[in-house]
């Protein structure tokens, strides 16, 4: 009989995930609607990708479809998925469910309801790693115990037997990372891992995943806090309207952030330095709808620069000798700064500021304050 073939094996300088235009739609009574669309990214191994958005910009709903956790019949998903050489959107669901858990692992958002509530912490945990290892029932209970002590649970040779209901938020959600930990993945998927979540337990959690990191496993962080993304990420992508609207190394997003979307996720940032304002500045408008995503610029409703071109839908580019750093964006990349400066000056009222300063210049100041 012929040898079976062997699987595909990326090239040392291929990225561990690598997304090509992924494009999620879902049928509604009133039509199809496109939550997704377009989305390609890249994550090399042992590296940070933060990713950015509003509520609603697609970023859970990508991440849960590189997965393939999105089963409805009404959902549509397209484009490519390939981890490690292999495709996921067209890998049989035997081999997939060999490599989520086991090669992928993702921490959903709400820790109550990713766990089931009538098994124990610790045989959840245990069921996981005997799902992907041939390892005794004794042995999966003894290394769940020693998961939830990695994580900070105290007392953990009881806790193990305690249900999710008698976890405070934090406790469950360190229990959900140390399942997630549990068969050590080459990729961490952490949907919004610190929500709701006070600023010591915050710390933890972000410490545990440095120390994932640190052995050599890449992570995918999806938050709405910029905070957290400037301590954690090597690389920051932000998502609006199921589009990316910018990506690029951590500090050159933070320092010359480039689409006027992150220019106003930046500017609402509570800052430490610089004047005290009275009011934080605001995004105007409300977060665009899958359903009425138009042909042009997403964010172009909003947005304090749009001008005529933006009713065209612009490309994801980069700018000369800055190839890493791309935004999609109509604004001439030699006037951006001027820009910035224009529209935060007009949207700047004088009754806001309780301390002397030019707005312009303190968020600039901000800014560098926030990229260590």
Not at 21 to 32: E, H, I, M, Q, S
Not at 48 to 60: A, D, P, Q
Not at 214 to 223: C, D, K, M
């Amino acid at each position: 009989m012929p040898d079976e073939p062997l699987p595909e094996v990326p090239l040392p300088d291929e990225p561990l995930l690598d997304v090509r235009d992924l494009r999620v739609r879902f049928r509604t009574r009133t039509g199809t609607v496109t939550a997704v669309d377009g989305l390609s990214l890249s994550v090399a191994p042992g590296e940070i990708l933060g990713v950015v958005g509003e509520s609603g910009s697609g970023k859970s709903v990508s991440m849960l479809a590189v997965l393939r956790l999105l089963t409805s019949r009404n959902v549509t998903v397209s484009g490519e998925v390939r981890f490690r050489g292999r495709d996921l959107l067209t890998l049989p669901d035997k081999e997939l469910r060999s490599v989520r858990g086991r090669e992928i692992a993702m921490v959903f958002q709400d820790p109550m309801t990713a766990l089931t509530p009538v098994y124990t912490v610790g045989w959840q945990i245990a069921e996981q790693i005997r799902a992907h290892e041939r390892v005794s029932r004794k042995a999966a209970h003894a290394r769940a115990v020693e998961l939830l002590s990695d994580v900070g649970i105290p007392d953990a040779a009881s806790r193990v037997n305690a249900y999710p209901h008698e976890f405070s938020g934090g406790m469950r959600q360190r229990a959900v990372i140390a399942m997630a930990l549990s068969c050590g993945p080459a990729l961490l998927i952490a949907d919004e891992p610190t929500t709701a979540l006070d600023v010591t337990i915050q710390a933890q959690i972000l410490d545990l995943m440095r120390e994932l990191n640190a052995r050599g496993s890449a992570v995918v962080l999806i938050t709405h806090d910029m905070g957290v993304v400037s301590e954690i990420a090597d690389r920051v992508l932000v998502m609006y309207g199921g589009r990316v609207a910018e990506e690029g190394p951590r500090r050159s997003v933070f320092h010359g952030p480039r689409h006027p979307y992150t220019w106003g996720l930046l500017d609402s940032v509570p800052r430490v330095g610089g004047p005290r304002l009275r009011r934080l500045p605001t995004i105007a408008g409300m977060p665009v709808s899958p359903g009425d995503l138009e042909g042009g610029c997403a964010f172009a409703p909003r947005c304090p620069a749009r001008h005529d071109r933006c009713d065209e839908r612009p490309a994801l580019s980069g700018h000369p000798g800055e190839a890493a750093h791309r935004d999609a964006c109509w604004l001439p990349a030699d006037d951006r700064t001027a820009v910035r400066l224009a529209t935060r000056t007009a949207k700047a009222d004088p009754a806001d500021q309780a301390g002397p300063g030019d707005p312009a210049d303190s968020a600039d100041a901000a800014d560098r304050e926030m990229a260590p």
